[in-house]
């Protein structure tokens, strides 16, 4: 079990930096953004974790909490879904299905046996053939709590991890620890129960669901949902400050608002604007990359390599010190569209059909989307759209021609590219480095900047010189 009394010993050293009321960005503004990758890896519509906030403060609000409580608890609820990418894998693999369809259809799924029994047999191995796809039938009918357990204990652990990694205070890790707790004491890890759950959690887990079945049949399905599982899932206590907050037209006019995020980014409860000074956006880039990296085996620690071997090949081409910084979490951030790719194509062990390649590629649209929606990233975007194109016209997603393939983009291009031949593929093992290099040196020119590849290969040369003279 994760040890959550041990948390404060995992916080960064360095304090969230000090208020600015004329911060040019806002820490909400930003963790908001980046929270839509969230949505993705949920299969939820783009802007849950953003309107789950708005329902969590209207409830906190309605409730009395002080204003540093309300701070807490907005950050616990953009950030619920931190750990959300560490069990797609698992999932794809027990159920033989596409993880993002199999956790946006199971979160409008009760606790009613029959129910549970038809979503598992509609939602296991559908592509398989009928004797793999019966023995996992079987497997998770003989397992299923020990499953639901290991698969729901995977994404709270890293959840919180996460959330201490990016400097929030415990109160906000324990929130996201327990998001799956149930008053009745029948939720998930601990199977705490009543006031024993984080006030957070409980708040949390009711807008998450208000959000699910507004979303899919409206306000009036939202408001029987609620109602139905209190006392079960719910704290009726919770429940009745929801009902009042939405007595009131406004609270579903901005809940359905295309602008939402604009009002929620300017509701971040008692601090003003948080000064996102350098160390702090480092950070923020190096949690979100685990965020990224966890979704699959086969990309952990990907997107630290691809940034760590951009810097070498910039620092060759003369790049200075802030710019290096900025190129670094342009790089951690790159695949933050990968979030929205299924783990069935991600971790395919064979060459992927039409629609799967076709899903693949769009990762680098959802990364410029992503990053777009920070003005203050506008460049980051770019490289995260445009990392797969290539000079000669004939890369993804826009078939862009060299001269508008920025330099940035070039460098994290042949950074990803190295990384990728050089790591372990469900499809293949590791190349060693000079293979990996002699396909690279077969696309220079036509694929690849020939500037940055001889900055690769110069950097990897000193790289391996200082190993040989420190042995």
Known sequence: MYDLPTLPSSLDPRPIPSVSAGSQLQLSELLGALSYALDLTEGQPIGHCVRATWIGLRIGRQMGLPDAELWELYYTVMLKD????????????????????????????????????????SHTGQRSALGARLRAILHIVQNGSRIVDEIIETRCQRGAQIAAKLRFPVAVSRGIYSLDEHWNGGGRPDRLAGEAIPLYARIALLAQVVDVFHQAAGREAALAEVRARSGAWFDPALVASFEEAARDEAFWQILSSPDIGDTVFHLEPGFGSIVLDEVYLDDIAEAFAEVIDSKSPFTSGHSERVAAYAVLVAT????????????????????????????????????????????????????????????????MANVGGAHHERLDGKGYPLGLSAEKIDLDTRIVTVADVFDALTADRPYRAAMPTERALDIMRADVGTAFDPLCFDALLRAIGRAENALANAA
Request: proline share 3%; glycine share 6%; charged share 25%.
């Open 316 to 379: 060759e081409l003369g790049y200075a010190p802030d710019r290096l910084r900025w190129l670094r979490r342009a790089a951690l951030l790159h695949d933050i569209g990968k979030l929205g790719v299924s783990n069935a194509i991600l971790d395919k062990n064979g060459k992927l059909d039409t629609e799967e390649w076709t899903a693949m590629r769009q990762h680098a649209s959802e990364s410029q989307s992503i990053l777009s929606r920070v003005p203050a990233f506008a460049e």
């Open 82 to 121: 931190l750990g959300c990418s560490s069990n797609a894998a698992r999932i794809c693999e027990l159920y033989m299905s596409d993880d993002i369809s199999f956790k946006r259809d199971s979160k409008t799924l009760g606790e009613s046996l029959p129910k549970v029994l038809g979503f598992i047999m």
